[in-house]
């Protein structure tokens, strides 16, 4: 039986800068028995040299061609253009975070191609899966960066100091969106000293919020979502509930001196969180961190990969936040790869089978045809 070859891209989105394998999962592969090709300078930008892909057992092809040529399973980041997969075994696996909604194009050309795309964003969020969830291994580090990156343009410190020269206070940060990014975001903030305060739509975060010793801030005359909701994520909130959501947010943002908003509504773009006036509300020398800046954006005027000054607040998000932490964000994308594809390792095959629950869940196209239903619907 020839085993079977799994092909990793060096990634060329703009702005991306990390790779789907590491050397670490590149062994754990041949461990089970798999080839592993790696295209030359994949891991570069992510700190990895081509040499430590050698040293864990990988070939390192010349050219996306060479790597691609007879692969069983594709690796990526971002999915590849589909040309890039011609070579590729009849019904190869592409797995990749592939932005199915937005790059239907994409997927439309993958089926077309014989490929069987799977798209790793739709992962379901059970408890057998969390260790496959991208959206959490590089959610959990973009909170950590957007407020590293906040305090970056801040002129001011984030702890309180007592110093000879005087006191100086703690900074004030609010975190809008209390998922994955949203608990990192508070937690860092916290870890450096700020005073923290924390809003979501699901009051199931309250108590998180709490737990990391920051402050609630609620909206408590209309019910928000109560329970984990679907899948644990939010929905669009009715007009009543937006606007005690803007009143809430104008008494408290005046007050505050970084906000970090993370809200995102899947397959929706993200919900607007502060307006124009609002901003204008606060002091001078603030600073918004917009994550959901590529999705549409929470912050009015946000504009993805600049830091614009709106009435002397700094405000800024990035496109690829997860790619500025390229190394450490690569060793977990790779081991939520790794841990999928082994997780399913059918020993007298060779290859991973997957079941219905999560194979349904997360395969786009198959045999020449487009097959999820949330892209035939
Ligand atoms: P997300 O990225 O989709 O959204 C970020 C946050 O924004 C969410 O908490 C959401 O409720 C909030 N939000 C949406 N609209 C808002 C608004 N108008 N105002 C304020 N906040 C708003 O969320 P996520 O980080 O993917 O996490 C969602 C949930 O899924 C969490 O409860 C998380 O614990 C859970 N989860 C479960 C698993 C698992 O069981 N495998 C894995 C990851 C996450």
């Given at each position: ?122 992962m379901p969020r059970i408890t057998?899966a969390q260790?496959?969830d991208?959206l959490s ?91 984990e909701?679907s899948g644990g994520y ?127 869940a ?16």
């Amino acid at each position: 039986m020839a085993s079977l070859r799994i092909a990793v891209l060096r990634e060329r989105g703009a702005g991306e800068r990390r790779v789907a394998a590491t050397p670490e999962t590149v062994r754990k592969f041949v461990a089970l028995g798999a080839e592993v090709a790696i295209e030359r300078g994949a891991g570069l930008e992510a700190s990895i040299p081509d040499a430590d892909y050698a040293s864990a057992g990988a070939q390192v092809a010349g050219s996306a061609v060479e790597a691609v040529r007879s692969a069983d399973i594709v690796l990526g980041v971002q999915g590849p253009d589909p040309g890039r997969l011609t070579g590729a075994n009849p019904g190869a696996w592409l797995v990749a975070s592939l932005d199915p909604f937005a790059r239907r194009d994409r997927i439309d050309a993958y089926a077309a191609a014989g490929i069987e795309a799977l798209a790793m964003e739709f992962m379901p969020r059970i408890t057998r899966a969390q260790s496959m969830d991208i959206l959490s291994s590089q959610s959990n580090l973009s909170g950590y960066k957007a407020v590293i990156d906040a305090a970056g343009v801040y002129g001011r410190a984030f702890p309180m100091m007592m110093t000879a020269a005087g006191t100086i206070s703690a900074a004030r940060v609010f975190v809008m969106g209390v998922g994955v990014a949203g608990l990192q975001a508070i937690a860092t903030a916290r870890r450096l000293g700020a005073q923290v305060s924390a809003t979501d739509v699901r009051s199931a975060t309250k108590e998180q919020i709490l737990s990391l010793g920051a402050k609630p801030i609620f909206v408590e005359s209309v019910a928000g979502i109560e329970g984990e909701g679907s899948g644990g994520y939010a929905t669009e909130m009715s007009a009543e509930y937006q606007a005690a959501q803007a009143e809430l947010v104008s008494a408290h943002i005046a007050k505050q001196d970084i906000v970090i908003t993370t809200a995102l509504i899947p397959g929706k773009p993200a919900p607007r969180l502060i307006s124009d006036a609002q901003i204008a509300s606060m002091k001078p020398g603030s600073v918004i961190f917009d994550l959901a800046v590529a999705q549409g954006g929470n912050v009015e005027g946000s504009v993805a990969d600049q830091v614009v000054d709106l009435h002397g607040v700094k405000v800024l998000g990035w496109s690829n936040t997860p790619a500025a932490l390229a190394a450490d964000a690569s060793a977990l994308f790779a081991r939520n790869l790794y841990n999928f594809l082994s997780a399913f390792w059918d020993k007298d095959q060779g290859r991973p089978v997957l079941d219905a629950e999560i194979g349904d869940a997360v395969r786009l196209t198959q045999g020449g045809k487009v097959v999820h239903e949330r892209l035939l619907g």
